[in-house]
């Protein structure tokens, strides 16, 4: 299995909802990423995983809060969001050793705000 | 802080002709590794083709291949034969050895249209 599996496709939601967005990989990777993309940029990093732990939070509002249940799954708990965070949102995982360190990225979720 | 810059936002290219993508980055270290991600419209990014610093045989795959200049920073990616399903965008990216959190420094990124 080399894929990185996204859910749902394609989520709308109003300000006030909470929703969660998941993100499944088997390749062993110990290494797991979420990625903010607006239309023709390219992607900006929001949160690192690196063994379960989180490693990097890039600034990112409290309204957006990532969980790592375990090393093959990645979720994004939405809450409270704002118009402007509209975007596709991608998972990525890579291994982590100094050989083997390419990120291999899922197809994405692509949010609406309403 | 290492920076990547790719300088050409769009490019066309007849269908079967060759085509060439520009990157130049910015780095003080001697060990790192590059890579050329493309985004079909489709939006899943696939990666293209991985050159590691510290070797200087440019890597190729298939119909991909890489002019890796080091001292000059530069880290072009030529497409030959293009056909239409590499319509894409096409983002150069940088990974330092020693980021332990693995982060990719990413190019603007260049639209590449493909003419029938």
């Known amino acids: 299995d080399t894929e990185v599996t996204q859910t749902p496709k394609h989520l709308v939601m109003g300000m006030t909802n909470k929703k969660s967005l998941k993100c499944e990989q088997h390749m062993g990777h110990r290494a797991m990423y979420w990625y903010k993309q607006k239309a023709k940029k390219p992607p900006e990093l929001m949160f690192v995983y690196s063994y379960e732990k989180l490693s990097i939070n890039e600034s990112v509002p409290s309204r957006f809060s990532p969980e790592c249940p375990n090393s093959s799954l990645l979720n994004l708990h939405l809450h409270a969001l704002q118009p402007e965070d509209s975007a596709l949102y991608l998972c990525?995982?890579?291994?982590?050793?100094?050989?083997?360190?390419?990120?291999?990225f899922g197809p994405g979720t692509r949010l609406t705000v309403l | 802080a290492q920076t990547v810059t790719q300088s050409q936002p769009e490019m066309s290219v007849q269908e079967a002709e060759t085509v060439t993508l520009s990157c130049t980055y910015d780095?003080?270290?001697?060990?790192?590794?590059l890579f050329w991600y493309k985004q079909p419209p489709s939006r899943q990014m696939i990666l293209v083709i991985r050159q590691e610093a510290y070797k200087q045989q440019n890597a190729t795959e298939n119909r991909f291949s890489v002019n890796f200049q080091k001292a000059a920073k530069s880290f072009s990616l030529k497409i030959s034969d293009s056909q239409l399903g590499d319509a894409a965008m096409y983002f150069c990216a940088y990974r330092s050895v020693m980021d332990s959190n693995y982060q990719l420094i990413w190019g603007a990124g260049t639209k590449l249209i493909i003419k029938p």
């Open positions: 990525a995982s890579s291994p982590t050793s100094k050989k083997r360190n390419e990120q291999f």
């Open positions: 780095t003080s270290e001697s060990d790192y590794y």
